[in-house]
Structure formats: C-alpha cells, structure tokens
C-alpha cells in the first residue's frame, strides 16, 4: 500500500518530534527545524579534513615499484549554487608525502597542490540529508621536491592535468551549518625526472580523497 505524504510526515513527526509535511509544507516545516535548504545563488564554504590515499602505479627506468604514502591534512572548498540542484565546487588544499623505490630505496618527499573543480548534482537540495554527484578536472602543482641525498641529488615532477569523479552528502545541523561526508577519485600522471633525466619514471598516482567536516551556507 503507498503511503501518502501526509502520512509520512506524521510518522516523522511522532519518531522525531519534528514538524515534517510534504512537500507543499515543506518550507513551513524546515522553518521550524531551523534549515532553509539549498537554492540558486548560495554559497557554501566547508573546512573538511581530507585524507588523499594514492593508488598508484609506476615502475622507474632502472626497474622496480614505486611507492608513495597517504597524508592528512585541512582542506577548504566552496561552493557556488548555480540552481537548487546545480552547483560548483573548488578544493583547495596542500599535501605532503614520502616517496620511495623497491630499487633505489628513498626518493625523497614532494609536495602537491592539487586545486581541483567540479560540477555537482544535488538530488534532494531542500531536504536535511542531501546527497549529490560530480564530475570535474584537477590540476597538480608539485613543489618543495627533497631529495633524499647520496646517490641522488635531484629530483622532478611535471604539474599535469586530471580527471575527478565524486561522491558526498550534507546533513543540516540547524541554522545554515552542515556536515559533510564526501569522497573523490582523481585520474592523476606525473612524469618523474630523476638526477637531471638519468633516471625516469612514469607515475599514476589515482589518488583517492575521502573528506568529512562542517560547511557553513551563506
């Protein structure tokens, strides 16, 4: 038997003691639990930690696997509504991680700065938990590249495009704070020079970007 909307939300209302009504009385009841949802025109801005967890792929010149460790770290992004369901997303964060050879041992530690933008679907954008797709393009800037010493002396990563797919949820909290759960994958090569080119190595680094935090709507 199809329950209809009223009786959904009286059955809400019971459980939860919340006032919940369909969704021609959803505005009055969101009213009342404090949350207006999302719309066209808001901004979002949440502070994640992020955990990027390389799955990477790559072999050296000489021979070999090449091994890069996970790191975690604040992440700030923002999010611009272009409708209700709609939206824009841009990442900013730093990371910083060891790199290594079952050859040559250590190759140091780089850092990444990978601003990566993205276009979402929100599915229930007037609802507490709201769930939402996306789909972007990454741009990874290495820097602060150490080698490790002794046999080798210097070391290169090529900034390169990539890809992201995406997947997360906000969950209103009251007022126009949410939490946030949200999960990346970014299609992601580096060329590696090594001692000047002496050695080389082509890295797929594939990372994935699990986040969770709090994000404030204006």
Same mark, same amino acid.
């Given at each position: ?6 009786? $959904? ?118 609802? $507490? ?14 820097? +602060? ?34 939490? +946030? ?13 090594? +001692? ?23």
């Amino acid at each position: 038997m199809k329950i209809s909307t009223k009786s $959904r939300a009286t059955a809400a209302a019971l459980a939860l003691g919340v006032a919940v009504a369909g969704l021609a009385a959803a505005p009055q009841a969101q009213a009342q639990e404090g949350f207006s949802g999302k719309s066209a025109g808001d901004i979002m801005v949440r502070a994640r930690l992020i955990g990027v967890i390389p799955d990477e792929d790559a072999t050296t010149s000489i021979g070999g696997n090449v091994g890069v460790d996970n790191d975690w770290v604040p992440e700030v992004d923002f999010t611009y509504f272009v409708t209700d369901n709609v939206a824009l997303e841009l990442i900013a964060a730093t990371t910083r991680h060891d790199v290594s050879s079952t050859v040559a041992g250590s190759l140091g530690k780089v850092s990444l700065l990978p601003p990566t933008l993205t276009l979402q679907y929100h599915f229930l954008p007037k609802e $507490r938990v709201s769930p939402y797709l996306g789909a972007g393009v990454n741009y990874t800037i290495f820097y +602060n590249e150490d080698a490790p010493g002794g046999a080798i002396t210097s070391i290169d990563y090529d900034d390169s495009f990539g890809w992201a797919l995406q997947a997360g949820v906000d969950v209103a909290m009251g007022g126009n704070w949410y939490a +946030n759960l949200d999960v990346k994958k970014i299609f992601l090569s580096t060329d590696v020079s090594i +001692n000047g080119g002496a050695v080389t190595a082509d890295v797929d680094l594939d990372p994935w970007v699990v986040g969770f935090g709090v994000g404030y709507k204006f």
